[in-house]
């Protein structure tokens, strides 16, 4: 076979592929639709260029977290260290843009920071054969600790214009997120990439098959951190100065999130768009019952319930099929 009829097959075959994949989360993209019309009717000027530009702010660093749990629940593990990475992410930023680094050497020293760590874990994990849940909870004191160290408490500055370009009326975080996405399908299409699902679904079997199983949990790992640190830097922008705590919610929404979009516990089952619509959702739920007048005791029930109904509805249905 020629390698055009080859790409042809391939081709034909893409779309099939990626719409049988979207068979567990039609339900959930209907359900998101139903929220982003009530959004909009509650807030009118979601359609507006300004409008939109905030939303996508709320909803940006949301995003970038709901992706890094959910890549490593696709490998078959999970973090409870996202939320000090986030911290980490924005007090690094907050202490460095404005000094001899500049801007360029404290974006750099986020990321350099959320691979190196998350490589590390990673390394900790597939070495020690550790259990992930373990490792990430003992490495989020370690890693909020030295947050703390970094900055004891709330302060630092992000430039102005930084805040303005990141946090302004622009849709930066909307163009920012689209590049990701784009991305994260070039990387699905690199050899670790492509062994990310069959190290999580059958570590083993890929194993014997010649994937390299521990290269693709490592790289996970890294991607994942550098993700939160790279949160934390926006969220840092926002505020306009860092805070050494202000990661902590993130941990459970990221989880919520990655379950919502409907990615497995054991690993290699759900998609990054579905992590991305899970977070969507979650984003939208808040701002739709801060609209309607919810007490946060209220919103914080009635999320709890909305991701248990999301959850048990599709084990129902296995158990009746």
């Given at each position: 076979?020629?390698?055009a009829?080859?790409?042809r097959?391939?081709?034909?075959l893409?779309?099939?592929?990626q719409?049988?994949?979207?068979?567990?989360?039609?339900?959930?993209f209907?359900v998101?639709?139903a929220?982003?019309v009530?959004?909009?009717?509650?807030?009118?000027?979601l359609?507006?260029?300004?409008?939109?530009?905030?939303?996508?702010?709320?909803?940006?660093?949301?995003?970038?977290v709901?992706?890094?749990?959910?890549?490593?629940?696709?490998?078959?593990?999970?973090?409870l260290a996202?939320?000090?990475?986030?911290?980490l992410?924005?007090?690094?930023a907050?202490?460095?843009?404005?000094?001899?680094l500049?801007?360029?050497?404290?974006a750099?020293?986020?990321?350099?920071?959320?691979?190196g760590?998350?490589g590390?874990?990673g390394?900790?994990?597939?070495?020690?054969r550790?259990?992930?849940?373990v490792?990430?909870?003992a490495?989020?004191?370690?890693?909020g600790?030295?947050?703390?160290l970094?900055?004891?408490?709330?302060?630092?500055?992000?430039?102005e214009?930084?805040?303005e370009?990141?946090a302004?009326n622009?849709?930066?975080?909307f163009v920012?997120?689209?590049l990701?996405?784009?991305?994260?399908?070039?990387y699905?299409?690199?050899?670790l990439?492509?062994?990310l699902?069959?190290?999580g679904?059958?570590?083993?079997?890929?194993?014997?098959?010649?994937v390299?199983?521990?290269?693709?949990?490592?790289?996970?790992?890294a991607?994942s951190?550098?993700?939160c640190?790279?949160a934390?830097?926006?969220v840092?922008?926002?505020?306009?100065?860092?805070?050494?705590v202000?990661g902590?919610?993130?941990?459970l929404?990221?989880i919520?999130?990655?379950?919502?979009?409907?990615?497995?516990?054991?690993?290699?089952q759900?998609?990054?768009?579905g992590?991305?619509?899970?977070?969507?959702?979650?984003?939208?739920m808040?701002?739709?019952?801060?609209?309607?007048?919810f007490?946060?005791?209220a919103q914080?029930?009635?999320?709890?319930?909305?991701?248990?109904?999301a959850?048990?509805?599709?084990?129902?249905?296995?158990?009746?099929q």
């Open positions: 076979m020629s390698t009829a080859s790409s097959q391939a081709g034909a893409y779309w099939p592929v719409l049988r994949r979207n068979v567990g989360v039609r339900g959930l209907a998101v639709m929220f982003l009530a959004y909009g009717f509650l807030f009118p000027g359609l507006t260029a300004s409008g939109f530009a905030k939303f996508t702010q709320s909803w940006f660093p949301l995003a970038l709901a992706m890094a749990q959910a890549i490593l629940m696709l490998t078959g593990g999970i973090s996202i939320g000090a990475m986030v911290s992410g924005a007090v690094i907050a202490t460095t843009m404005t000094g001899p500049g801007v360029a050497g404290g750099a020293a986020v990321a350099l920071a959320g691979i760590i998350g590390a874990t390394l900790i994990v597939v070495k020690l550790l259990p992930s849940i490792v990430t909870l490495g989020s004191f370690v890693i600790g030295a947050a703390l970094i900055l004891p408490r709330p302060g630092g500055t992000i430039p214009w930084l805040s370009l990141l302004g622009t849709p930066a975080a920012l997120l689209v990701i996405v784009l991305l994260w399908k070039l699905l299409a690199t050899p990439g492509l062994s699902y069959a190290a679904e059958n570590p083993v079997g890929a194993y014997r098959s010649g390299p199983v521990d290269g693709a949990w490592v790289a996970a790992y991607i951190g550098l993700l640190t790279g934390g830097l926006f840092a922008a926002q505020t306009g100065s860092g805070d050494p202000i902590t919610a993130f941990t929404n990221s919520a999130a990655a379950v919502l979009g409907g990615i497995g516990f054991l690993g290699g759900g998609t990054m768009r992590a991305l619509a899970g977070s969507l959702l979650l984003s939208l808040i701002s739709v019952m801060f609209f309607l007048g007490t946060p005791v914080y029930v009635a999320q709890g319930l909305i991701i248990i109904g959850v048990a509805i599709p084990q129902f249905r296995k158990v009746q």
